[in-house]
């Protein structure tokens, strides 16, 4: 499997900023996506990032809160907008389709834990 | 919808204990379905994974099996170790290829030495 890293591994950010979140394969995947983690509760998927054009959001998430780059088949960002308590999360990318292995399974990044004070 | 139950936890046992954690799912179609685990301070890994009726998927020594009847994916472990302490998630994928993956709500297991 692939080695996904994610930068930066934890942040502590006041309410209104914003926070850019890199993910980074160690090889060429198919498929990147970002996922959310609130406290205490499961994964919920934001968005694929495709590589080359906007991202496809899932229902509850627009690409003002959450835009999202993908310039290249190894890097993405998710920036996390004008942030409130609310967007307290661990902020999880996931790829899929590298070389090698089926697209039928995503490996996860370490996960980035964004608390907003 | 699509969705994935998971048995309620947090579960603790004591170690070389038999392991369950239940898991059943809706689904429009057949998915792929998949467990993942997260120790704590880490990402998700996969775990085991099965993408059709009757398939086992096995790794580490847990077991599931794809039960299309009952629309099922239970983790099974014989012999529980305190290393397998973790978060576990089940989750379904449908369609061919990369897809989004729908989440269980995560079981906490503890193991007591």
């Known amino acids: 499997s692939a080695v996904i890293s994610q930068k930066p591994s934890r942040d502590i950010c006041q309410r209104g900023t914003s926070l850019t979140i890199q993910c980074q394969v160690d090889?060429?995947?198919?498929?990147m996506f970002w996922y959310r983690q609130q406290p205490g509760q499961s994964l919920t998927l934001i968005a694929t990032a495709n590589q080359g054009s906007e991202a496809t959001y899932e229902s509850g998430f627009v690409i003002d809160k959450f835009p999202i780059s993908r310039p290249n088949l190894t890097f993405s960002t998710l920036t996390v907008s004008n942030m409130s308590p609310e967007d307290s999360s661990i902020y999880l990318c996931?790829?899929?389709?590298?070389?090698?292995?089926?697209?039928?399974?995503?490996?996860f990044g370490p996960g980035t834990r964004l608390t907003v004070l | 919808g699509n969705s994935v139950t998971q048995m309620e936890g947090p579960v603790t046992l004591s170690e070389e204990a038999f392991l369950t954690i239940n898991c059943t799912y809706t689904?429009?179609?057949?998915?792929?379905l998949f467990w993942y685990v997260q120790y704590p301070g880490e990402g998700l890994q996969l775990l085991l994974k099965?993408?059709?009726?009757?398939d086992k998927g096995s790794n580490k020594g847990f077991e599931a099996t794809y039960r299309k009847e009952t629309t099922s994916f239970h983790l099974e472990k014989g012999s529980v170790q305190v290393s397998d302490s973790a978060v576990y998630f089940c989750?379904?994928?449908?369609?061919?290829?990369?897809?989004?993956?729908?989440f269980g709500q995560g079981t906490r297991l503890t193991i007591n030495p």
């Open positions: 989750a379904l994928k449908l369609g061919q290829g990369a897809q989004k993956l729908v």
């Open positions: 689904a429009t179609g057949y998915p792929s």
């Open positions: 090889s060429q995947v198919t498929m």
């Open positions: 996931s790829a899929a389709g590298m070389s090698g292995t089926s697209t039928d399974t995503q490996y």
């Open positions: 099965a993408t059709k009726a009757d």
